[in-house]
């Protein structure tokens, strides 16, 4: 069944990376490849203080299943996870975390990329970033 074999999910809690790659299990399975997007600190030549990530979530979620589903369809893997965060991030969160378990590395890879990049253009999730303030110099005093 393709619900047991690929899962999209949201959280407003942290993603715990390390838990995720552990229950990625399957004696089939010849690779593992994994992404996290961490929040970083500058965008655009600006100061990053945090982000905030927002969901539509009745969509996001079946959206964000159709991508999964997608990914069974056109790459030869075996199972795919992704998570992605909702709410107030800090500098260095993890943001969506991906993996996915293939016979091989190469579709293992590619499957990965899709779905980052399927997730960032299809499902209805916002990102507001929040800026450090500007330090504006003082005019001089005589």
């Known amino acids: 069944m393709e619900a047991d074999r690929a899962r999209?999910?949201?959280?407003?809690?942290?993603?715990?990376?390390?838990h995720l790659t552990g229950a990625l299990a399957d004696s089939a399975?010849?690779?593992c490849v994994t992404f996290e997007g961490r929040v970083r600190d500058h965008n655009d030549g600006r100061v990053v203080s945090s982000l905030e990530y927002e969901a539509y979530e009745r969509m996001a979620l079946r959206e964000g299943a159709a991508v999964m589903v997608a990914a069974l369809e056109?790459?030869?893997?075996?199972?795919?996870?992704?998570?992605?965060r909702t709410g107030h991030l800090s500098i260095g969160d993890t943001a969506v975390w991906i993996g996915v378990l293939s016979a091989h590395r190469d579709e293992a890879f590619a499957?990965?990329?899709?779905?980052?990049?399927?997730?960032?253009?299809?499902?209805p999730i916002w990102?507001?970033?929040?800026?450090?303030?500007?330090?504006?110099?003082?005019?001089?005093?005589?």
């Open 29 to 31: 399975a010849g690779a």
């Open 127 to 142: 990102k507001s970033e929040h800026f450090a303030p500007e330090i504006v110099p003082r005019p001089e005093t005589v």
């Open 111 to 123: 499957a990965c990329r899709y779905i980052i990049d399927e997730v960032k253009s299809r499902v």
């Open 8 to 18: 999209f999910e949201l959280t407003a809690g942290p993603i715990d990376a390390a």
């Open 74 to 84: 056109q790459f030869p893997i075996i199972s795919a996870v992704c998570v992605h």
